[in-house]
Nanobody, 115 residues
Framework: QVQLVESGGGLVQPGGSLRLSCAAS????????MKWYCQAPGKEREFVAV???????NYADSVKGRFTISRDNAKNTVYLEMNSLKPEDTAVYYC?????????WGQGTQVTVSS
């Protein structure tokens, strides 16, 4: 059974930092592209960052230069380092990957950026 479990969210002041983690099980992790998405209240879920199985990364324009995605294949975990956080980054953050053509999602972790 595929499981993706996000953690690391919380309340942070503008300009602050957070590190999100997503622990995966039930998949051959080192063969999977892993992505982070976010969903703000009243908005659709949107792409944040991707790291391929080979370690290539790509980011949404809104987070380039502030967020860094990485992975530890030995721990079956993908990370999202979030710096210079802005109130508009407030959202639930999800990790996701495809398994047999179907997107699998974690339960999400809430990030709130507020003073």
């Amino acid at each position: 059974q595929v499981q993706l479990v996000e953690s690391g969210g919380g309340l942070v002041q503008p300009g602050g930092s957070l590190r999100l983690s997503c622990a995966a099980s039930g998949i051959i992790f080192n063969m999977k592209d892993m992505k982070w998405y976010c969903q703000a209240p009243g908005k659709e879920r949107e792409f944040v960052a991707v790291i391929t199985s080979r370690g290539t990364t790509n980011y949404a324009d809104s987070v380039k230069g502030r967020f860094t995605i990485s992975r530890d294949n030995a721990k079956n975990t993908v990370y999202l380092e979030m710096n210079s956080l802005k109130p508009e980054d407030t959202a639930v953050y999800y990790c996701t990957t495809f398994v047999a053509g179907t997107a699998k999602w974690g339960q999400g972790t809430q990030v709130t950026v507020s003073s």
